[in-house]
């Protein structure tokens, strides 16, 4: 079954810690992995995606096929990074619209 | 930019009344969806729409309906809502393969 795991309901960390939000997928087939990120009184939207192999605000994930993971880290968290973040996954070459989504990791930073 | 219109940002509706929820993108994109997002359940699709006139459910279809006469525009009907429908509900575009979702502010019902 096409299933996207994310453990932690809520990380807490504070200002100038990494971060690490973890992503555990299950799927048979080659998918493409996402990271959406949702800020206070804003819109979800797109963070990064693993074939882009970029880093956004700080953020990387890497594909982890072996452990089927797509971890987002950031070595050095700030305030403003405080968000609600999923991790998605889709057929590889498929529609965004077929994304699977986790239910989601509340990012608190302190500072 | 790709802009997501959803009318509402707050509803208030109560048990057994009918609830249109409209949402329009001003990209001619062909890909149109509804999620709902509740907290520890994240976002689940309810519909989607790969075309006009064109609908397809999706994992929580039941007690929603959707309607896509133009290309722009994709409503969320709830036929007699109930009290469990109370949500935040997120309308998403997309331009097809390899293309980001873009999300509407979402309208947050509440049926009392």
């Known amino acids: 079954a096409q299933r996207v795991t994310q453990p932690e309901k809520l990380l807490s960390v504070f200002k100038g810690a990494p971060v690490e939000l973890k992503c555990n997928y299950s799927y048979s087939g080659s998918p493409e992995l996402f990271w959406y990120v949702q800020y206070s009184r804003q819109r979800l939207q797109l963070l990064l995606r693993?074939?882009s192999r970029e880093s956004i605000k700080g953020f990387t994930a890497d594909l982890n096929k072996g452990e089927t993971s797509f971890h987002l880290k950031k070595p050095f968290a700030q305030e403003e990074d405080s968000a609600m973040y999923y991790c998605a996954l889709t057929p590889r070459g498929g529609s965004q619209g077929n994304l699977i989504f986790g239910k989601g990791t509340k990012l608190s930073v302190k500072p | 930019d790709v802009k997501v219109t959803q009318s509402s940002r707050y509803l208030v509706k109560r048990t057994g009344e009918k609830v249109f929820l409209e949402c329009v993108q001003d990209m001619d994109h062909e890909n149109m969806f509804w999620y709902r997002q509740d907290p520890g359940l994240g976002l689940r699709l309810i519909y989607f729409s790969y075309d006009v006139k064109m609908k397809e459910k999706g994992d929580i279809p039941e007690g929603y309906s959707v309607s896509r006469e133009k290309k722009e525009r994709f409503s969320l009907i709830l036929e007699s809502a109930s009290t469990n429908q109370t949500s935040m509900y997120l309308c998403?575009?997309?331009?097809?393969?390899?293309?980001?979702?873009?999300f509407g502010n979402g309208t947050r019902l509440t049926v009392t």
């Open positions: 998403a575009s997309t331009g097809g393969l390899g293309s980001p979702l873009h």
């Open positions: 693993h074939i």
